[in-house]
């Protein structure tokens, strides 16, 4: 995602899992009635929640550069759709510009279900069919399209979830709100003013993250380095061009190289090296000395770069077996090469690497590579834990990069890093009955809290932590150009949602 300096808390990714909170020795229980509105809600509305889905992924509701959420008409007409299913349901609509809430009860005393409405970009012709159709056949089972699981997907379950209490009748003690906020995946800067200037719920949970309960998140941070580029006469070989990366929190799938005054040689010893690398793959197009090399890898959210094949690493290290001139394009790959390298947490960047045992590692992922006149711009995401102050890292990082500049005599200018803050919920009373509906209804037992390797919304609501919409173990989709959820997960979230949200208001 392409993010502002407020942005750096953004997603999710499982990293470790020791407990920060340990629950009672005799385990809350899910009430009767709780059980009995998440049966009612899925065998009444399964399909509802299905076709609701269908209508929300038709809206490409990615960030338009330029244009605010509420003057931009796909988004708009996004909440339109929102506002009627949410009245057709019984519910009450509010739209407060960037945040919508979709209301059921009266009570002052409320609980927040947090979740947003826009997406990241989605390469069509990486779909079997549009990113902006829900298709439910090419695989069965599954539900594929963007915004299925991030964050379409649990809104529709939400939504199915309060229609089945109202139906039921139940009693509310609090009163249940779901905000789905429009500006979650590039400027969090109006969400931030929004909480300043209105109450919030009491209780808040995010349907934007894992099960069982996300209590801890990493800093999202981007580190910008631009390599000058410098045309040279030379009839040595070298890299004329290097290109990869979609936006900042996608592990890119795509890199390419072009490289001048090739010959059979340098191709036949490249291709017989990429016979060594699994999970990536080369093509080679060898024409007038000039030698195209493009890689495949696989897409993944960058708080999980260990799902995803990075092609920018990976290409890179193709071509390590010779220094490149620095003239741009070859200074940059000698720099990854240097490092980076393939590894994911930053062990070759000087002294910037380190791990916290809850939270787990720092990441360190180059996800976009941007062209611009004069120079190749390099942006490298991070996740970082708590263990060093930003502070801290931010020396350490210009050293590591200062050091290298100098070693190399390299032409290069370091740009301004965004480096976010690790946040920690450590006031949450109903973690324990989160953990217990999970339990419930998985048959997972001795569930814990998480870490997770990004942020969601929660950092900014009183006492909230993260629930689901995604299993532990599971890959998580979002962000990737294969976004799916399963039928079988999606009826299990609108069980648990159901009963997660009668256990905490009534």
Same mark, same amino acid.
């Given at each position: 995602?392409?993010? %502002?300096?407020?942005?750096?808390?953004?997603?999710?990714?499982?990293?470790?899992?020791?407990?920060?909170?340990?629950?009672?020795?005799?385990?809350?229980?899910?009430?009767?009635?709780?059980?009995?509105?998440?049966?009612?809600?899925?065998?009444?509305?399964?399909?509802?929640?299905?076709?609701?889905?269908?209508?929300?992924?038709?809206?490409?509701?990615?960030?338009? @550069?330029?244009?605010?959420?509420?003057?931009?008409?796909?988004?708009?007409?996004?909440?339109?759709?929102?506002?009627?299913?949410?009245?057709?349901?019984?519910?009450?609509?509010?739209?407060?510009?960037?945040?919508?809430?979709?209301?059921?009860?009266?009570?002052?005393?409320?609980?927040?279900?947090? %979740?947003?409405?826009?997406?990241?970009?989605?390469? =069509?012709?990486?779909?079997?069919?549009?990113?902006?159709?829900?298709?439910?056949?090419?695989?069965?089972?599954?539900?594929?399209?963007?915004?299925?699981?991030?964050?379409?997907?649990?809104?529709?379950?939400?939504?199915?979830?309060?229609?089945?209490?109202?139906?039921?009748?139940?009693?509310?003690?609090?009163?249940?709100?779901?905000?789905?906020?429009?500006?979650?995946?590039?400027?969090?800067?109006?969400?931030?003013?929004?909480?300043?200037?209105? #109450?919030?719920?009491?209780?808040?949970?995010?349907?934007?993250?894992?099960?069982?309960?996300?209590?801890? #998140?990493?800093?999202?941070?981007?580190?910008?380095?631009?390599?000058?580029?410098?045309?040279?006469?030379?009839?040595? %070989? $070298?890299?004329?061009?290097?290109?990869?990366?979609?936006?900042?929190?996608?592990?890119?799938?795509?890199?390419?190289?072009?490289?001048?005054?090739?010959?059979?040689?340098?191709?036949?010893?490249?291709?017989?090296?990429?016979?060594?690398?699994?999970?990536?793959?080369?093509?080679?197009?060898?024409?007038?000395?000039?030698?195209? !090399?493009?890689?495949?890898?696989?897409?993944?959210?960058?708080?999980?770069?260990?799902?995803?094949?990075?092609? !920018?690493? $990976?290409?890179?290290?193709?071509?390590?077996?010779?220094?490149? =001139?620095?003239?741009?394009?070859?200074?940059?790959?000698?720099?990854?090469?240097?490092?980076?390298?393939?590894?994911?947490?930053?062990?070759?960047?000087?002294?910037?690497?380190?791990?916290?045992?809850?939270?787990?590692?720092?990441?360190?992922?180059?996800?976009?590579?941007?062209?611009?006149?004069?120079?190749?711009?390099?942006?490298?995401?991070?996740?970082?834990?708590?263990? @060093? %102050?930003?502070?801290?890292?931010?020396?350490?990082?210009?050293?590591?990069?200062?050091?290298?500049?100098?070693? $190399?005599?390299?032409?290069?200018?370091?740009?301004?890093?965004?480096?976010?803050?690790?946040?920690?919920?450590?006031?949450?009373?109903?973690?324990?009955?989160?953990?217990?509906?999970?339990?419930? /209804?998985?048959?997972?037992?001795?569930?814990?809290?998480?870490?997770?390797?990004?942020?969601?919304?929660?950092?900014?609501?009183?006492?909230?932590?993260?629930?689901?919409?995604?299993?532990?173990?599971?890959?998580?989709?979002?962000?990737?150009?294969?976004?799916? !959820?399963? @039928?079988?997960? /999606?009826?299990?979230?609108?069980?648990?949602?159901?009963?997660?949200?009668?256990?905490?208001?009534?």
């Amino acid at each position: 995602m392409n993010l %502002t300096k407020f942005n750096q808390f953004v997603k999710v990714g499982v990293i470790c899992s020791l407990p920060l909170f340990s629950l009672p020795s005799q385990a809350l229980k899910v009430s009767n009635i709780a059980q009995q509105t998440a049966e009612y809600a899925v065998n009444t509305y399964s399909q509802a929640m299905v076709d609701s889905l269908a209508k929300l992924v038709q809206y490409n509701t990615v960030a338009t @550069k330029g244009i605010p959420s509420d003057q931009n008409p796909t988004h708009i007409a996004f909440k339109k759709e929102l506002q009627q299913q949410a009245l057709s349901l019984g519910l009450d609509y509010q739209d407060d510009g960037y945040i919508v809430i979709i209301g059921l009860g009266n009570s002052k005393e409320r609980v927040g279900i947090i %979740t947003h409405g826009d997406i990241q970009p989605a390469n =069509p012709d990486k779909w079997v069919k549009s990113p902006f159709e829900l298709d439910t056949t090419s695989e069965p089972g599954k539900l594929i399209g963007r915004g299925t699981e991030d964050d379409k997907g649990p809104i529709a379950t939400a939504l199915y979830a309060m229609k089945a209490i109202k139906d039921e009748g139940i009693p509310l003690n609090k009163r249940l709100e779901l905000y789905v906020y429009m500006a979650e995946e590039s400027d969090w800067q109006p969400l931030i003013d929004y909480v300043k200037t209105h #109450e919030l719920p009491q209780t808040n949970i995010t349907i934007d993250a894992e099960y069982p309960v996300v209590t801890a #998140e990493k800093g999202y941070g981007t580190l910008k380095i631009a390599f000058n580029k410098l045309q040279k006469q030379t009839f040595d %070989t $070298y890299i004329k061009h290097f290109e990869g990366g979609y936006f900042g929190s996608q592990i890119p799938e795509d890199a390419k190289a072009v490289i001048e005054n090739a010959d059979i040689n340098l191709l036949e010893k490249l291709m017989k090296k990429a016979q060594s690398y699994q999970g990536v793959n080369f093509d080679f197009t060898l024409k007038d000395n000039q030698l195209t !090399i493009t890689a495949l890898g696989k897409s993944a959210h960058s708080s999980k770069p260990q799902e995803g094949v990075n092609a !920018i690493p $990976y290409l890179a290290d193709l071509l390590a077996d010779h220094r490149w =001139p620095n003239n741009g394009a070859g200074t940059l790959v000698n720099f990854i090469n240097d490092n980076i390298g393939l590894g994911l947490e930053g062990k070759k960047f000087g002294e910037i690497a380190y791990h916290d045992d809850f939270m787990g590692p720092m990441t360190v992922s180059p996800t976009v590579i941007k062209q611009h006149k004069d120079s190749l711009e390099l942006n490298i995401n991070i996740r970082r834990p708590k263990g @060093k %102050t930003a502070t801290q890292l931010r020396a350490e990082i210009t050293q590591a990069i200062a050091s290298w500049k100098l070693q $190399y005599l390299a032409e290069l200018t370091e740009l301004d890093h965004q480096i976010g803050d690790p946040f920690v919920q450590s006031d949450a009373p109903h973690i324990d009955t989160l953990l217990s509906v999970f339990t419930h /209804f998985t048959g997972i037992s001795n569930a814990q809290p998480i870490s997770i390797g990004g942020g969601t919304n929660s950092r900014l609501f009183p006492g909230a932590v993260a629930f689901g919409p995604s299993m532990p173990g599971e890959k998580y989709t979002g962000h990737s150009e294969h976004e799916f !959820i399963t @039928k079988k997960q /999606f009826d299990l979230n609108l069980k648990m949602y159901t009963a997660a949200m009668v256990e905490l208001a009534k």
